[in-house]
């Protein structure tokens, strides 16, 4: 490469011979500087167990790189994997992870009896041992820490169906590492619970709401002996909407409950049903009481005269039935996860998926008039190919008699959907 000489103007020769006693007094300025903060760190900077140098970063524009940290297995920080915010952390991959788990079914008393696949005899690990990699960045493991702090005199609560009470408990066996909640529930029910972690002022609580909608049952044993159901579809259901005016955060989600028998009223009337096997009665297939609920979930919402918290939609999580449906021998069995190329979501589950994206979409769009913030948290494809990540029968003995015996519809813990949380941990930063 040809070089060319560059001309210096007089009146900066004369600072120019002065260049090596310039670059000794920066050199030692320099020095004095580094060594200041080890001895005088920046307030608050030695009480973090945990160092972002993405803080300012992730307050700028929306293409810088951002940087996070992780914690390894014993607690101490390490330097974080780079994620960038223009990245979409929910398309991607399953790639080994052997690191995993960052908790165990003895480490974490939250793990419901029934995903606790380890205690009832799960022979195989390896379902345990994968982490979620986007196609275009990197997603950084769950930092309690982190979360702790961000969340520090907030509050979070899921409102949806037993999946949802599986990902709070994924957050509670999460954040064990850095401490344990007590319990601060207002009432006895285990579908309502609340907690509180007293070094942070953090509360995080569950409503357990299958339908979102009000909602009573009319026959326990029902066409399909699971119960039949009379969703008022129109109508809040104020069990919910009454506790949650005053949370930071809510993550909205629901399923499964839909194939369930249901009668369906509106203003009061019975417009229809799914599967009552009733006389003169309109045969509406589930994916209109779906469409209704989560509007009228929205709705509920919008509302509230004093809400200004952060609305998450919590996509479906599929269910992994092979070889037969939940009450026909369906059983979910295998030990690995799908390749983003072997699956595609399809058939019900891609209906309901579709489903939330369009009620998401009004709901947000109205909620801006508002001032009201909605966030899409897209578990869907993560979690569709993650088959191995079931309890099957190993959320209870052998000889249990119990309705669903083969569980493809929760999650064992510790597994895939501790990911949940690291996408919702990343979202967090990003807000």
Same mark, same amino acid.
């Given at each position: 490469?040809?070089?060319?000489?560059?001309?210096?103007?007089?009146?900066?020769?004369?600072? %120019?011979?002065?260049?090596?006693? %310039?670059?000794?007094?920066?050199?030692?300025?320099?020095?004095?500087?580094?060594?200041?903060?080890?001895?005088?760190?920046?307030?608050?900077?030695?009480?973090?167990?945990?160092?972002?140098?993405?803080?300012?970063?992730?307050?700028?524009?929306?293409?810088?790189?951002?940087?996070?940290?992780?914690?390894?297995?014993?607690?101490?920080?390490?330097?974080?994997?780079?994620?960038?915010?223009?990245?979409?952390?929910?398309?991607?991959?399953?790639?080994?992870?052997?690191?995993?788990?960052?908790?165990?079914?003895?480490?974490?008393?939250?793990?419901?009896?029934?995903?606790?696949?380890?205690?009832?005899?799960? =022979?195989?690990?390896?379902?345990?041992?994968?982490?979620?990699? =986007?196609?275009?960045?990197?997603?950084?493991?769950?930092?309690?820490?982190?979360?702790?702090?961000?969340?520090?005199?907030?509050? @979070?609560?899921?409102?949806?169906?037993?999946?949802?009470?599986?990902?709070?408990?994924? @957050?509670?066996?999460? @954040?064990?590492?850095?401490?344990?909640?007590?319990?601060?529930?207002?009432?006895?029910?285990?579908?309502?619970?609340?907690?509180?972690?007293?070094?942070?002022?953090?509360?995080?609580?569950?409503?357990?709401?299958?339908?979102?909608?009000?909602?009573?049952?009319?026959?326990?044993?029902?066409?399909?002996?699971?119960?039949?159901?009379?969703?008022?579809?129109?109508?809040?259901?104020?069990?919910?909407?009454?506790?949650?005016?005053?949370?930071?955060?809510?993550?909205?989600?629901?399923?499964?409950?839909?194939?369930?028998?249901?009668?369906?009223?509106?203003?009061?009337?019975?417009?229809?049903?799914?599967?009552?096997?009733?006389?003169?009665?309109?045969?509406?297939?589930?994916?209109?009481?779906?469409?209704?609920?989560?509007?009228?979930?929205?709705?509920?919402?919008?509302?509230? =005269?004093?809400?200004?918290?952060?609305?998450?939609?919590?996509?479906?999580?599929?269910?992994?039935?092979?070889?037969?449906?939940?009450?026909?021998?369906?059983?979910?069995?295998?030990?690995?996860?799908?390749?983003?190329?072997?699956?595609?979501?399809?058939?019900?589950? @891609?209906?309901?998926?579709? %489903?939330?994206?369009?009620?998401?979409?009004?709901?947000?769009?109205?909620?801006?008039?508002?001032?009201?913030?909605?966030?899409?948290?897209?578990?869907?494809?993560?979690?569709?190919?993650?088959?191995?990540?079931?309890?099957?029968?190993?959320?209870?003995?052998?000889?249990?008699?119990?309705?669903?015996?083969?569980?493809?519809?929760?999650?064992?813990?510790?597994?895939? %959907?501790?990911?949940?949380?690291?996408?919702?941990?990343?979202?967090?930063?990003?807000?």
């Amino acid at each position: 490469m040809k070089l060319y000489s560059i001309e210096v103007p007089i009146w900066k020769a004369k600072y %120019i011979t002065n260049g090596p006693k %310039i670059a000794v007094l920066v050199i030692v300025t320099l020095v004095i500087l580094t060594l200041i903060p080890m001895y005088y760190p920046l307030p608050g900077y030695a009480s973090i167990p945990w160092k972002s140098r993405s803080s300012s970063q992730q307050s700028s524009s929306s293409s810088s790189p951002a940087t996070s940290s992780s914690v390894d297995d014993n607690g101490d920080s390490s330097e974080g994997i780079r994620s960038e915010r223009e990245c979409d952390i929910f398309s991607g991959e399953w790639v080994p992870n052997p690191k995993a788990p960052y908790y165990t079914n003895l480490t974490c008393w939250a793990i419901h009896e029934h995903q606790n696949c380890m205690k009832y005899g799960r =022979p195989d690990s390896d379902f345990m041992k994968w982490r979620w990699k =986007p196609d275009e960045c990197e997603l950084p493991i769950f930092n309690p820490y982190q979360f702790l702090d961000i969340v520090r005199g907030k509050s @979070l609560a899921f409102v949806g169906d037993s999946v949802a009470r599986n990902q709070m408990q994924s @957050l509670m066996c999460l @954040l064990s590492r850095v401490m344990y909640p007590e319990d601060a529930s207002y009432i006895p029910d285990e579908g309502f619970k609340r907690w509180y972690y007293t070094a942070y002022n953090f509360t995080l609580a569950t409503f357990l709401t299958p339908y979102l909608v009000k909602v009573k049952e009319s026959d326990p044993n029902g066409p399909m002996g699971t119960g039949l159901f009379n969703l008022y579809l129109d109508e809040f259901n104020e069990d919910w909407r009454t506790q949650i005016e005053q949370f930071d955060y809510v993550i909205i989600s629901a399923g499964h409950w839909f194939q369930r028998p249901m009668m369906f009223y509106e203003k009061g009337h019975l417009v229809g049903c799914h599967f009552c096997q009733k006389e003169n009665v309109t045969d509406l297939n589930m994916f209109y009481g779906y469409r209704k609920a989560f509007r009228t979930a929205f709705k509920a919402i919008q509302s509230l =005269p004093n809400y200004k918290g952060i609305t998450f939609l919590r996509t479906i999580a599929p269910s992994h039935f092979e070889n037969g449906i939940w009450n026909q021998g369906g059983d979910c069995v295998r030990t690995k996860p799908f390749k983003s190329n072997e699956r595609q979501l399809e058939g019900r589950e @891609l209906e309901y998926y579709r %489903i939330q994206l369009e009620e998401f979409s009004i709901a947000e769009r109205e909620g801006r008039k508002r001032g009201l913030r909605f966030r899409l948290l897209d578990t869907t494809q993560a979690t569709f190919l993650r088959p191995d990540g079931h309890p099957s029968r190993y959320g209870h003995w052998p000889h249990e008699n119990v309705t669903l015996y083969n569980d493809c519809v929760h999650w064992c813990l510790p597994g895939p %959907i501790d990911t949940w949380n690291d996408f919702l941990l990343e979202m967090l930063k990003r807000r």
